[in-house]
């Protein structure tokens, strides 16, 4: 999914939700960051999580974890919506070490604990 993610986010179809502009401007994350993860060829996907009905959690769509390494600490959490395409940002945030492990050398680079 992250060659699909890229193709879209690179023609300008990205959407950022309110609740991701309100956590990116709480985290101090950049739109530019995220943009750049979306975008960038070292872009690896961490984790995706299917649809959920549990309370507070509900979404319809798959949710896609993006990370960069190459790009700093920050972690993009995006859906691919609609027809044309669009790359939804949930919200972006910064790794949490109590919760992903490292493995640099690999991919994914992070893992959950």
Known sequence: MPKKI???ARTGGIFFTDHAIQRMIERGIMD???REILTSSTTQLIESQPPSSEPGREHADT???LYDPS???VIVICAVCGNPPTVRVITAEYVDYDVWDTQPEEN???IRK
């Open 6 to 8: 890229q193709a879209v």
């Open 63 to 65: 949710r896609y974890l």
């Open 108 to 110: 994914p680079a992070l």
């Open 32 to 34: 530019d960051a995220v």
């Open 71 to 73: 790009n700093g600490d």
